[in-house]
Structure formats: structure tokens, C-alpha cells
């Protein structure tokens, strides 16, 4: 019954890939029969397999199986198709180089799954239901297409990304939380404060960047580097704009939604962990590599395409929302994070990558 559900999956992926094959959205290629002595489906998903059986995507399968209606299920391989459709030509012919990236950040792998097992089982306040009823609603209550946008316009600056790098390399992110202090209160209740003030600003209609940093700069110094390089790449963003009105948006659907800001307290939680240790085991890419970019070509493209998707496309949106609110229902939430934490522990994703360009490209991966 476990193989079964793999080859579903697997299945999945050939549909979602077959439309498109090694092209993008209104891009035909030519077809390319498979190479002889090819690996078989199954060899790309032994480790898969092996999760399996050992029942460590057991909630998985069962929020697939009966936690989403017919309906969803259906809308879900749907949109996977469309997602992938929209993908640009010769996005799947860059899958190899892609999984290899994939299966050399083991350390990037492991923070993630010990972040969701956290979440799930390990934190002081697992398993976060509050919170996580908190995300659902925010899912099904602002507006996300803007929030999207505004995503991938922060994945795309480069600028950004650099002094954000800069930043991080010479931080201890736990301490730094742990040392705000604002009108004689420090750590927990002085974050939630600031952020407080800073999602208030946002929603000012004469908000500018320059409120932000004066208000960072009562727990930071703002004149020090690499702060000039932030506030002027925060400038360049956040002008005028879409950006500055999707961050608007949000900041008015946060103070509304999560009126105590749960969500911020359990971001702070997170970061002053000892034992999580989020910053301490990730090796972070050189501000001067790549660009500065968080995310070589071949993981950006297709991020990029999928989010600028989902943006424009209501049902698609729509069908992704419904399995995420699924996924975080109280009942269901825990395992299906602890079964994530064990599909990244076990460093499965390179194999699907993998896989993906097999069945997309009809070639042997590399």
C-alpha cells in the first residue's frame, strides 16, 4: 500500500512534467525517447521507499488520501500540471546541476527539518496550534497574490540580498533578540513591541523607510555597516509601488488577524533556541557570490515562475490554499511537519530532483 502511494506520487510528477517536457508555458520540445539503462523510477525513489516503510510518511499520505475532498485532490494535481507549465524553456534541462545544489546543502536540509520538528514535537510550546490556526486564517483572510509579488521582488534584489548576507555573517541572531531592550523591557516582550511599532508604521499612509530605521535604530546602530547598504536597497524597494503597497496590505492583515502577534513570538522563540540553533549550523553563501543572491539560478528560475503563477492565477492559488489549510489543522499539523522534518533528514529532495528531470527531459540525469 506504501510502494502504491509512492507510485501515485510519482505518477503525479509525470503528468504534471509531461505537458511541458523540457519547454515552458506555449514552448513544445521535441521528444526525446529514454536512454537505455536509464535508473527506473523505483531506483530514484529508494530512499522514498524506505521512509515508507518505516511509516515515517504515514500523515502525509493520509492528509493526501483522506484529509483533502475528491475535489481537492483533483484541483491539486491540476495546478501542479499548470505550475509546472508555466515554467520557462530550459528550466528541466538545468534539473541535475539543480539536485546537486540540493544534495550538497545538507546543513540548509537539516536547520529546516529540525526547525518543523520543532514546530511539530520539540518546542517548549509544541505544537504551536495557536499559531498555526493563526497562518491558516491569515491564508484564507489577506490578500496573498500582492504578498506573493512581493516575494519574489525580494528574491530578485540582489542589492538586498548582499547587505542582508553581510548582515547575517557578523550576527548572533539569538543575542541580538535577546538584547532588545525598549522602555525598560528586554528580550521577548521588547521584540513583540518593536514589531509592534514597525507594522504600525507600515500602515501609515506616509510610511517611509526612513521611519523603519529610525525606529531599528533604537536597538541597533543604523549608521553602522552594514546598514547604510539595507536602508538603501529597503529605499529602491519600497518606494511607490507595488511593493510598498503589498507590505501595506499585509501589515494591515497581520495587526488584524494576529492581533498579540503569536506569530512574531514564535519567530523569537525560534531564533533564541540554543538548542534549535538556527543561524549557528547554516553555512551562508558569500555576499559576493552569485551576485549575493540566496539562491543560485537554476533554484530561482522556477521559484520565480511558480510564485509570479500563483500571483496571477486564482484557482491555482485558490486549490494551494485549501491543502495548506488541510496540512495545518490541529489534528493533522504535527505529524505531517514531523513526516517533512524526515523527508529532509533522510536528504531525499536531490533524488526527486532528480527524478523530475528524468521524467521531464527523458534522459538520464547526470
Avoid at 535508473?39 to 488520501?65: C, F, I, K, N, S
Avoid at 546598514?227 to 529605499?235: F, Q, R, S
Avoid at 484557482?315 to 489534528?331: E, F, K, N
Wanted: proline fraction near 6%.
Amino acid at each position: 500500500m506504501r510502494r502504491m502511494f509512492a507510485r501515485r506520487l510519482a505518477l503525479v510528477l509525470a503528468l504534471s512534467l509531461a505537458a511541458p517536457s523540457c519547454g515552458g508555458d506555449g514552448h513544445e520540445a521535441t521528444y526525446v525517447a529514454p536512454a537505455k539503462g536509464c535508473p527506473r523510477v523505483d531506483d530514484h525513489l529508494d530512499r522514498v521507499y524506505a521512509l515508507l516503510q518505516d511509516g515515517r510518511l504515514d500523515h502525509v499520505r493520509q492528509l493526501l488520501e483522506v484529509s483533502l475532498t475528491d475535489d481537492e485532490r483533483a484541483d491539486l494535481v491540476v495546478t501542479a500540471i499548470r505550475v509546472v507549465s508555466a515554467f520557462e524553456p530550459g528550466t528541466f534541462v538545468a534539473l541535475g546541476a539543480m539536485a546537486d545544489q540540493v544534495a550538497e546543502a545538507d546543513d540548509l536540509q537539516a536547520t529546516l527539518g529540525r526547525l518543523l520538528r520543532w514546530i511539530a514535537v520539540d518546542g517548549a510550546r509544541a505544537p504551536h496550534a495557536g499559531e498555526l490556526g493563526r497562518v491558516r486564517i491569515l491564508m484564507n483572510t489577506c490578500e496573498l497574490p500582492p504578498v506573493l509579488r512581493l516575494v519574489d521582488a525580494l528574491l530578485a534584489d540582489e542589492a538586498l540580498q548582499r547587505a542582508l548576507l553581510e548582515l547575517l555573517a557578523g550576527l548572533d541572531l539569538g543575542d541580538a533578540l535577546e538584547g532588545v531592550t525598549i522602555d525598560g523591557e528586554s528580550g521577548r516582550p521588547a521584540v513583540l513591541a518593536l514589531a509592534r511599532n514597525v507594522l504600525v508604521a507600515f500602515t501609515s499612509p506616509d510610511f517611509d523607510v526612513a521611519v523603519l530605521m529610525d525606529l531599528l535604530g533604537l536597538v541597533v546602530d543604523v549608521e553602522a555597516e552594514p546598514w547604510p547598504a539595507v536602508t538603501a536597497a529597503l529605499e529602491d524597494l519600497l518606494g511607490p509601488g507595488a511593493s510598498r503597497d503589498a507590505l501595506v496590505g499585509l501589515a494591515h492583515c497581520l495587526l488584524t488577524v494576529d492581533a498579540d502577534l503569536s506569530l512574531v513570538g514564535l519567530i523569537f522563540d525560534a531564533a533564541t533556541d540554543p538548542e534549535l540553533d538556527l543561524l549557528g549550523s547554516l553555512s551562508l553563501p558569500e555576499s559576493d557570490v552569485d551576485g549575493g543572491s540566496l539562491l543560485p539560478p537554476t533554484l530561482a528560475a522556477p521559484l520565480h515562475a511558480a510564485l509570479r503563477f500563483l500571483a496571477d492565477d486564482p484557482p491555482a492559488l485558490t486549490s494551494l490554499i485549501a491543502v495548506l489549510t488541510a496540512a495545518l489543522r490541529d489534528d493533522v499539523a504535527p505529524g505531517v511537519l514531523a513526516d517533512l522534518a524526515d523527508v529532509l533528514d533522510a536528504g531525499v529532495l536531490g533524488d526527486v530532483v532528480r527524478l523530475l528531470g528524468a521524467l521531464a527531459t527523458r534522459e538520464c540525469p547526470p
